[in-house]
């Protein structure tokens, strides 16, 4: 049974730091590249960022480039999410998600979660102004 599981969540004030964390189990993580999804109340879920195991090529949604960082632990079946300069607008729940595809010839594949194979629960993230 597929499991990922997210962690280091919680609320900051803007301007702060949060590193989330998703620990997956049940399938081989080396064949799969890891996302990001976030979803604000009312809205649907939105991509945030994704990385590959092959080529460990990274892909972010234009609103969090610069500030979000993912990153993998191939050893630990872990991916990352260290998000920066924090904005009221980053308030959302927070999903980690599994993909057994590591490429696709059109890059917006990457950011469509039915694409994903597996998801955790959900996190959230809350930042006050």
């Known amino acids: 049974q597929v499991q990922l599981v997210e962690s280091g969540g919680g609320s900051v004030q803007a301007g702060g730091s949060l590193r989330l964390s998703c620990a997956a189990s049940?399938?081989?993580?080396?064949?799969?590249?890891m996302g990001w999804f976030r979803q604000a109340p009312g809205k649907e879920r939105r991509f945030v960022a994704r990385?590959?195991?092959?080529?460990?090529?990274?892909y972010y949604a234009d609103s969090v480039k610069g500030r979000f960082t993912i990153s993998r632990d191939d050893a630990k079946n872990m991916v990352f999410l260290q998000m920066n300069s924090l904005k009221p607008e980053d308030t959302a729940l927070y999903y980690c998600?599994?993909?057994?595809?590591?490429?696709?010839?059109?890059?917006?594949?990457?950011?469509?979660?039915?694409?994903?194979?597996?998801w955790g629960q959900g996190i959230q993230v809350t930042v006050s102004s």
């Open positions: 998600a599994a993909d057994g595809n590591q490429y696709y010839s059109n890059s917006y594949r990457y950011t469509v979660a039915y694409e994903y194979d597996y």
């Open positions: 049940g399938l081989t993580f080396g064949n799969y590249a």
């Open positions: 990385l590959s195991w092959y080529g460990g090529n990274t």
